[in-house]
C-alpha cells in the first residue's frame, strides 16, 4: 500500500470518528466530544467493525461503547478524534480498555490536552506493543474541541461573539428597536448555533430591552445555560428568561439580599464578584468560574456593552455574523465602547468563511489575536 493511500484511509476513518464524535454536542461538556471507529485492517481499504461515541457527561466514554458493541476486535485498529484516557474518573480508563480487547493499533488525532493525560496514554498504549499513530486530521480534530482545549489550557470557554446586524454595523435602531434585523433563515441557523454551545451570556440591558428566553426553538437541540451579567440585579423576578431553563447571574460584590433570594427562589443561580470596576465586572474571573460550571463554549448575544469588555480583555475567539442588506443609520454598534487610535490597533480576522443565508450575509471569522489552539 502507498503512502498516500494509507494516509486516505485513515482521512476517511478518522472523519468518520469526528461525525460521531459531534453526536455529543450539546451532552458532553465539561468533557471533549470523542468518536471512535473500529477497523478490521486485514481487509484492503478496512472494514468497520464497530464504532462508539461519548453519548453524555458521566456515561461511557467513546472507546469503551465501541468495544461494548463488538464482539471480536483483537488485532483491529481503533481510530479516536483525541487520545485515550488513562485515568479513572467517573469511568475506568479507556486505555486499559483497549489493552484487554486486543486493540493492535490506535490511531489518534490530537493529544488529549488534560494535564492528566496530555501524552500519557498514548505512552502507556506504546508500552503495552500497541502501534501508534497520531496527527490524522489533527486540525479538525483540534477544531470540533476547541471549547475543551481553551478549558484545559487557558481556564476559560472558547467565545463566540453572535450577532445579527445591518451593513452599517448596527444591532438596533437608536431607540433600541432591533426585531428584525436579519431574515428567518438567519434566525433559525442562530438557533442551531445556540444548541451548539454550553451557554449563552447576556448583558442585563438585553434583558431589560428585549426580555428574551434564550432557548432553541426554531432548531433541534437542547437550549444551553444562561448567563445574565447583571452588577446590580436589576433583572425582574417576572422576567421569562426565569422560566426557560437553567440561569446563571454575575452580579457584584455587594448585592441587594432580597433580589438574590427572589433569584434563587426561580432556580437561578446568583454568583458574586469580589471585584469589579465601575460599572463593569472584570471579563477574567467570570469567565473562570463559568470554566469550573463546565462550559466549554459560550456564545455571547449582547449588548454592545458587554461584548466590547470581552474584546477589550482579548477573550472573543469568534465572531458569528448574520449580516442583513439594511442601513439603520444612528444606532447600537457591535462595539460602540471601543475606540481605536491608529489602524494597526485595530482587530484584523483570519480564517474567515462568508456564505449567503436568504438575503443576509453569514460571516465567520477568528481574531488574529485569538490565540492558537
Not at 160 to 184: C, F, H, P, Q, Y
Not at 252 to 262: C, L, M, R, S
Not at 345 to 371: A, L
Request: charged share 25%; with cysteine; aromatic share 4%.
Amino acid at each position: 500500500m502507498t503512502l498516500l493511500m494509507e494516509q486516505k484511509i485513515q482521512d476517511r476513518y478518522m472523519r468518520m470518528a469526528l461525525s460521531f464524535a459531534l453526536r455529543g454536542t450539546g451532552a458532553v461538556s465539561p468533557n471533549p466530544r470523542v468518536g471512535c471507529v473500529i477497523v478490521d485492517e486485514s481487509v484492503e481499504g478496512g472494514r468497520v467493525v464497530s464504532w462508539g461515541y461519548h453519548r453524555r457527561y458521566g456515561g461511557p466514554h467513546a472507546e469503551a461503547e465501541a468495544l461494548k458493541r463488538a464482539k471480536n476486535v483483537k488485532g483491529c485498529t481503533a481510530y479516536v478524534n483525541m487520545e485515550p484516557c488513562c485515568h479513572a474518573g467517573k469511568t475506568p480508563p479507556c486505555t486499559e480498555a483497549l489493552i484487554a480487547a486486543g486493540i493492535s493499533k490506535v490511531v489518534a488525532g490530537i493529544n488529549d490536552p488534560n494535564p492528566k493525560v496530555n501524552g500519557s496514554g498514548l505512552d502507556a498504549l506504546a508500552k503495552a506493543g500497541i502501534e501508534v499513530v497520531t496527527g490524522v486530521l489533527a486540525e479538525e480534530c483540534r477544531w470540533i474541541n476547541r471549547g475543551f482545549i481553551r478549558s484545559m489550557t487557558m481556564g476559560r470557554p472558547w467565545i463566540t461573539v453572535k450577532a445579527a446586524v445591518s451593513i452599517d454595523g448596527r444591532m438596533a435602531l437608536e431607540n433600541g428597536e432591533s426585531k428584525w434585523i436579519s431574515g428567518s433563515e438567519s434566525r433559525i441557523r442562530s438557533h442551531l448555533l445556540r444548541a451548539e454551545n454550553d451557554a449563552i451570556m447576556v448583558g442585563v440591558g438585553t434583558i431589560l430591552k428585549d426580555d428574551p428566553l434564550l432557548s432553541v426553538r426554531d432548531a433541534d437541540g437542547a437550549s444551553p445555560v444562561k448567563v445574565i451579567v447583571d452588577k446590580d440585579l436589576r433583572t425582574p423576578e417576572e422576567a421569562k428568561i426565569l422560566s426557560a431553563g437553567k440561569c446563571v447571574f454575575f452580579t457584584g460584590p455587594a448585592p441587594d439580599e432580597n433580589k438574590v433570594n427572589a433569584l434563587t427562589r426561580r432556580g437561578a443561580k446568583v454568583i458574586r464578584q469580589t471585584e469589579e470596576t465601575g460599572a463593569y465586572i472584570p471579563m477574567g474571573g467570570l469567565l473562570n468560574e463559568l470554566c469550573a460550571l463546565g462550559v466549554n463554549q459560550l456564545m455571547v448575544e449582547g449588548g454592545s456593552k458587554l461584548i466590547s469588555s470581552l474584546i477589550k480583555s482579548g477573550s472573543v475567539d469568534e465572531y458569528s455574523l448574520f449580516i442583513a442588506p439594511k442601513v439603520l443609520g444612528l444606532g447600537i454598534g457591535i462595539s460602540d465602547n471601543i475606540s481605536f487610535s491608529h489602524m494597526d490597533d485595530t482587530i484584523s480576522m483570519k480564517n474567515m468563511r462568508v456564505r449567503k443565508i436568504g438575503d443576509d450575509i453569514w460571516f465567520e471569522g477568528i481574531p488574529i489575536c485569538s490565540p492558537d489552539l
